[in-house]
């Protein structure tokens, strides 16, 4: 009796299992648009003029108009060639794939810009929290991003290279690592 009682509880073990891994499986998948990139994801403005249009169709009206060539935005949704993306302040709209690209930028700690002057994302000679600082960009300043550990991030602004906080830049998720 006590043999069947494991036998059991072992066999509804394995059922658990396969459907956690059956459910991972499919949020792995559902997190990849109909382009077979995953989404959420980090690209750049292409173009020095990007509409954001309401809709994904040139149809649509143009709700913005961007004006920043290589400005990080992020896609959350896919439909034909039409990327719904996010910008850093929350805008969303609808922008044409070609003008988007693969290429990283990250913009410094946007959420504290206008908390006062003395709010600075230091950048730093090494991926360690104890290594100089090199410069101090104000929070909103852009810079490209080379790669990133999933805590530090390797940047160029202003022609400075140096590392910053994975977590005080709007453009890389945390723990995201990408050469």
């Not at 910008?87 to 003008?99: P, R, Y």
């Not at 908390?115 to 929290?129: D, H, I, T, W």
Request: glycine share 10%.
């Amino acid at each position: 009796m006590r043999g069947k009682a494991l036998k059991s509880c072992a066999i509804f073990a394995i059922g658990l299992m396969l459907a956690a891994g059956t459910a991972d499986l499919a949020a792995a998948q559902a997190a990849k648009g109909p382009s077979g990139l995953p989404l959420p994801r980090f690209v750049t403005l292409k173009s020095k003029r990007v509409n954001l249009r309401i809709g994904p169709s040139s149809d649509y009206a143009v709700s913005w108009l961007y004006l920043k060539q290589g400005l990080p935005v992020e896609i959350i949704q896919e439909y034909d060639n039409w990327r719904r993306v996010r910008d850093a302040d929350g805008t969303e709209g609808w922008v044409n794939q070609s003008l988007l690209s693969g290429q990283r930028s990250a913009i410094a700690a946007p959420w504290m810009k206008g908390k006062g002057k003395a709010v600075f994302v230091n950048m730093r000679r090494e991926s360690q929290p104890s290594s100089a600082v090199i410069a101090k960009l104000q929070p909103g300043v852009m810079m490209s991003v080379k790669e990133c550990t999933g805590d530090w991030c390797l940047v160029t602004a202003d022609g400075t290279e140096g590392w910053v906080a994975q977590s005080e830049i709007w453009g890389a998720y945390p723990g995201e690592a990408f050469k």
